[in-house]
């Protein structure tokens, strides 16, 4: 039977989460101290990881956490290398991201270098996507053409106080797990930061990532963000929010019992887990083995 998530999802994760908490020291690459005031509420030596069972090595993004959220199964896939494929859609939102960074860190690009930069920004970091969509360089004007109007309507909506863009953070706060994550932008806020995400397309159930980011950055930072935000640049649509103590520390024990029912799975030999229908489900790579998204994909397309 086809379900949508109703959030039970998330407080089910906290049933496999081992008792007790273990407190970790967290080596930042860029000199900030656990527990040392920048902005926001120093909370560094008061956040804590969640113990979590022993098992194999994992690497959670906001990615991977967010499909968890959505459907565990299909967070298991990702785990065992199983990818949706690269769509057009993907390309053209990753060469948006490449262009908006850009232009918060070397200014405005003219139009009459735009087709440029976009070339020389596939040519860092995109040559594998491209590969992979089997696109010509002949058949790029139209995504391009498609970056360039996002481009202009980002240019309309950012705003004051740019501080960094594309701020990677990764640690480890357990053995073998390994959290990463890619902030869009940074900006000055009032006593603190934003860490901002750019969505090229709609707004869709953003509040998991952005609680992951916030998680990041107080673990990382060993401070809160004082906001957090997802801004559609196609729509306009925009999503914040104000994360607390309370909010990253439920994050946290998420993220931990999540990593605690993979590696279960994993040492079970188990290869399915709960399976929800919804949205998502339309490329999902395990979508003809799936009667649940089969029947989800129905719904939605109907």
Not at 164 to 179: K, R, S
């Amino acid at each position: 039977m086809c379900r949508l998530p109703t959030g039970s999802c998330l407080s089910s994760l906290r049933q496999h989460q081992p008792g007790g908490t273990e407190r970790s020291s967290y080596a930042t690459e860029r000199g900030h101290t656990p527990g040392r005031r920048v902005g926001g509420d120093t909370i560094g030596l008061v956040l804590s990881f969640p113990r979590v069972a022993p098992g194999k090595a994992l690497s959670i993004s906001a990615t991977l956490y967010v499909t968890f959220t959505r459907c565990p199964d299909q967070a298991l896939g990702r785990v065992h290398g199983v990818y949706p494929e690269e769509t057009i859609a993907s390309f053209r939102g990753g060469l948006a991201h490449r262009v908006f960074a850009r232009h918060l860190e070397r200014g405005p690009i003219g139009s009459d270098e735009f087709e440029k930069v976009c070339r020389e920004e596939i040519g860092t970091g995109l040559n594998p996507s491209l590969g992979a969509l089997g696109l010509r360089p002949s058949q790029l004007a139209p995504v391009v053409k498609e970056v360039g109007d996002l481009y202009q309507r980002f240019k309309a909506v950012i705003r004051e106080g740019f501080r960094d863009a594309d701020v990677f953070i990764e640690l480890e706060p357990a053995a073998g797990v390994t959290l990463r994550g890619s902030i869009d932008a940074v900006f000055d806020d009032a006593g603190g930061v934003c860490l901002v995400d750019w969505k090229t397309g709609g707004l869709h159930e953003t509040g998991s990532q952005l609680g992951f980011y916030a998680m990041l950055w107080a673990l990382d930072r060993g401070e809160l963000p004082t906001r957090v935000e997802a801004l559609s640049i196609a729509s306009g649509e925009r999503f914040e929010a104000e994360p607390s103590l309370a909010s990253v520390t439920e994050t946290a024990a998420s993220v931990a019992a999540m990593v605690t029912m993979l590696r279960r799975a994993a040492d079970e030999g188990r290869d399915e887990l709960e399976r929800i229908g919804g949205p998502w489900c339309s490329f999902c790579p395990l979508l003809d083995s799936c009667t649940e998204g089969a029947a989800a994909v129905r719904i939605t397309t109907a």
